[in-house]
C-alpha cells in the first residue's frame, strides 16, 4: 500500500477488497443463485427497463422475492462500491469519479457474465448497479458530514 495512507484507508481497502470478494463469489459462483454453468447460451438484453418491466409485470409468477432481488439486489449490490470507493481513493471523492467507476466495474461484470456465460449480460443490472453506487456514494458523503459535526463539537 502507498506510504501515506491513513489507518482508516487501510481499512477502508481490506473491506473493499472483502467486498469485491463477496461480490465475485455471489455474481459468479454461488449456486443458490443459479449460477453454474452447465452449456449455457449466451443471454443478454440489451433493451432498457425490459427485464424490470417483465420481473414486474410477472411478480405474482416468479415471487415477490425474486422481484425484489432483482431490483433491489443489484442496487444494493454495489452500495459498498459507491461507499469504500471515495475512502480508498482520493480521486473517487468527486461524485462523478465514483459513478463512473462504478458503471466501469458494473460493466466489467456484466461482460464477464456474457463471456463466461454466467448470468446474463442486462443494461437493467447496469442501471441499477450504478444507482447503487450513486447511492453509496451519498451514505460516504452523510456518514462524512457526520464526522465532522463530532470532531467539531469534541473540539469545543
Same mark, same amino acid.
Given at each position: ?5 491513513? =489507518? /482508516?484507508?487501510?481499512? !477502508? ?5 472483502? $467486498? ?13 443463485? +443459479?449460477?453454474?454453468? #452447465? /452449456?449455457?447460451? $449466451? %443471454? ?6 425490459? @427485464?424490470?418491466?417483465?420481473? $414486474?409485470?410477472?411478480? #405474482?409468477?416468479? &415471487?415477490? @422475492? %425474486?422481484?425484489?432481488? /432483482?431490483?433491489? +439486489? ?7 462500491? &459507491?461507499?469504500?470507493?471515495?475512502? *480508498? ?19 466489467? *461484470? #456484466? ?5 463466461? =456465460?454466467? +448470468? ?11 444507482? &447503487? !453506487? %450513486?447511492? +453509496?456514494?451519498?451514505? $460516504? ?7 465532522? =459535526?463530532?470532531?467539531?463539537?469534541? !473540539?469545543?
Amino acid at each position: 500500500m502507498i506510504k501515506n495512507t491513513t =489507518r /482508516n484507508q487501510k481499512l !477502508g481497502w481490506v473491506l473493499f477488497l472483502a $467486498y469485491l470478494a463477496l461480490l465475485v463469489y455471489f455474481l459468479f459462483f454461488a449456486e443458490s443463485l +443459479g449460477r453454474v454453468s #452447465e /452449456n449455457r447460451e $449466451y %443471454a443478454y438484453n440489451l433493451e432498457l427497463f425490459k @427485464e424490470i418491466k417483465r420481473f $414486474y409485470t410477472y411478480r #405474482e409468477q416468479l &415471487g415477490m @422475492e %425474486a422481484f425484489l432481488m /432483482n431490483v433491489f +439486489g443489484n442496487v444494493i449490490a454495489f452500495m459498498p462500491c &459507491g461507499f469504500f470507493l471515495p475512502i *480508498v481513493s482520493r480521486r473517487s471523492r468527486r461524485w462523478y469519479n465514483t459513478i463512473l467507476l462504478s458503471f466501469s466495474l458494473s460493466l466489467c *461484470v #456484466e461482460t464477464a457474465q456474457l463471456i463466461w =456465460r454466467v +448470468g446474463s449480460f442486462d443494461v437493467d443490472d447496469l442501471l441499477l448497479n450504478t444507482l &447503487g !453506487g %450513486a447511492l +453509496g456514494y451519498i451514505c $460516504y458523503r452523510i456518514v462524512q458530514k457526520i464526522r465532522i =459535526r463530532r470532531k467539531k463539537r469534541a !473540539g469545543k
